[in-house]
T-cell receptor
Framework: QQQVKQSPQSLIVQKGGISIINCAYE??????FPWYQQFPGKGPALLIA???DVSEKKEGRFTISFNKSAKQFSLHIMDSQPGDSATYFC????????????WGLGTSLAVNP | DAGVIQSPRHEVTEMGQEVTLRCKPI?????LFWYRQTMMRGLELLIY????????DSGMPEDRFSAKMPNASFSTLKIQPSEPRDSAVYFC???????????FGSGTRLTVV
């Protein structure tokens, strides 16, 4: 079953706009929440990540907002640029002995010039 | 650092043939992961190793798939016999024990005809 649900599946934003991608998780035994960015023909690359004891983390134009009580986290891309056009994946790291990432299904972002 | 190196980049093979995908993780990384990516199923974890030992192979689809890690700098994923439904992009990723961030290779695009 899908433990990390990501939405929307695709997103079109105008240059300079704000892109928002949401994820919700079902298991409280997660201890790390990364976002990965994937360009065509490349592997996913770590973009930004947050731990559950922090409500927000900002790196440049990219911000993660984390709501522990709602079991939700989101990626905000401010001043979106055509170069941000890519597929974005949220994930959650399973705590405990079997530490592995549980992935969302991805969001295809297109930023129009 | 050359990153995670995968070979070949592209593989086209006929149904029933054996396919071997190769991965060289980043030196010093303790964990190695094999993923499969398709449009329909997203990123699927097939198997991962810690210090060359397989930890979780629950994602390996069936007995036709096998993976080995004979040493810290090399891993293989083998499909025998291959089937058209195995067509996908296969990624290898690695990380250190002390961090959470994965580094992905550029992937192998497998087409089984």
């Amino acid at each position: 079953q899908q433990q990390v649900k990501q939405s929307p599946q695709s997103l079109i934003v105008q240059k300079g706009g704000i892109s928002i991608i949401n994820c919700a998780y079902e298991n409280t035994a997660f201890d790390y929440f990364p976002w990965y960015q994937q360009f065509p023909g490349k592997g996913p690359a770590l973009l930004i990540a947050i731990r559950p004891d922090v409500s927000e983390k900002k790196e440049g134009r990219f911000t993660i907002s984390f709501n522990k009580s709602a079991k939700q986290f989101s990626l905000h891309i401010m001043d979106s640029q055509p170069g941000d056009s890519a597929t974005y994946f949220c994930a959650a790291n399973q705590a405990g002995n079997n530490r592995k990432l549980i992935w969302g299904l991805g969001t295809s972002l297109a930023v129009n010039p | 650092d050359a990153g995670v190196i995968q070979s070949p980049r592209h593989e086209v093979t006929e149904m029933g043939q054996e396919v071997t995908l190769r991965c060289k993780p980043i030196s010093g990384h303790d964990y190695l992961f094999w993923y499969r990516q398709t449009m329909m199923r997203g990123l699927e974890l097939l198997i991962y190793f810690n210090n060359n030992v397989p930890i979780d192979d629950s994602g390996m689809p069936e007995d036709r798939f096998s993976a080995k890690m004979p040493n810290a700098s090399f891993s293989t994923l083998k499909i025998q016999p291959s089937e058209p439904r195995d067509s996908a992009v296969y990624f290898c990723a690695s990380r250190r024990d002390t961090t959470y961030g994965y580094t992905f290779g550029s992937g192998t695009r497998l087409t089984v005809v």
